[in-house]
């Protein structure tokens, strides 16, 4: 069974596991316990395939592909560029002094096999 599809580019739309979180549009189908009941119109559940557990489907807002907005589903925050840089500790100045000492030492010994 085809996840919904995105009506401007005909793409499967992105769903999302709510138990690990695992995005993706090829989950496997799941059969749902009401199946066989003709009264009930129950979504059709998905299998994730990392933490093996069925789920009713959440989809992304918008399209991954073209950006079209479905008006529901699941927002995403915008990427956040105003993280702080790690800072430095001991162990990575030393690892940088480290190798700037050996390449300082290669580039030694190629000079006075080269002169």
Not at 35 to 43: I, K, L, R, T, V
Not at 73 to 92: Q, S, Y
Not at 96 to 110: D, E
């Amino acid at each position: 069974m085809p996840l919904d599809l995105c009506p401007e580019c005909n793409r499967p739309r992105t769903a999302v596991c709510p138990i690990c979180h695992t995005a993706g549009s090829n989950f496997p189908p799941g059969e749902s316990p009401v199946a066989h009941e003709h009264d009930a119109e129950e979504p059709p559940l998905l299998i994730c395939p990392t933490c093996d557990e069925p789920f009713e489907p959440r989809y992304l807002r918008c399209c991954e592909w073209c950006g079209h907005d479905f008006g529901d589903g699941i927002t995403t925050p915008p990427p956040r560029d105003d993280r702080p840089a790690e800072p430095l500790n001991a162990r990575v100045v030393l690892v940088a002094l480290a190798m700037l000492a050996a390449v300082g030492g290669l580039m030694a010994y190629f000079a006075r096999l080269l002169g």
